[in-house]
C-alpha cells in the first residue's frame, strides 16, 4: 500500500513538472498576426516591384517585337483587293465571251427590252 502510495507520489511530481504551455493571450495573437501580415505585405510588394511595372515607368518597356504598321496594312489589302477585282473581271469576261449572245451587263438587257441603248 505504502508502494502505491509514493509511486501515485512520483506521477503526480512528474505530472506538476511537465506544465503545459501558456496559452497566448488574444492581445499577443493579434499582435503576431499584424507583425505577420506587415511582413508578407513587404514581401510581396518587392517582389512585386520586381515584376511588374504599371504606369509611369512604361516608357522603360521594350517595344513588343510585332508591331503593325496600319498604313502599310491598308496599302496591301488595296492591292489585294485590286488583283481580286482584275482577276474577277478577267473571269467575268471569258464568262461573258463564252455566251456571244448574252453579255450579262445591265445596260445589254435594258438595251434588249426596247429602251435607249447608248454605247
Known amino acids: 500500500m505504502e508502494e502505491i502510495k509514493q509511486e501515485e507520489k512520483i506521477v503526480e511530481e512528474i505530472d506538476s ?3 503545459p504551455p501558456e496559452r497566448m493571450s488574444f ?3 493579434l ?10 505585405g513587404f514581401v510581396i510588394k ?5 515584376r511588374v511595372t504599371i ?3 512604361d516608357y522603360k ?6 508591331t503593325f504598321d496600319i498604313n502599310q496594312l491598308e496599302k496591301d489589302l488595296l492591292k489585294e483587293k ?11 469576261g471569258s464568262v461573258q465571251g463564252a455566251n456571244p ?10 438595251c434588249q427590252e426596247g429602251e435607249s441603248c447608248q454605247p
Open 17 to 19: 513538472m511537465s506544465l
Open 55 to 57: 504606369g509611369f515607368e
Open 27 to 29: 492581445k499577443n495573437k
Open 61 to 66: 518597356l521594350s517595344s513588343p517585337q510585332e
Open 82 to 92: 485590286e488583283a481580286l477585282d482584275q482577276q474577277r473581271a478577267l473571269e467575268a
Open 31 to 40: 499582435i503576431f498576426l499584424a507583425l505577420l501580415g506587415v511582413l508578407i
Open 46 to 50: 518587392t517582389e512585386a516591384a520586381k
Open 101 to 110: 449572245g448574252d453579255t450579262g451587263s445591265a445596260q445589254d438587257a435594258a
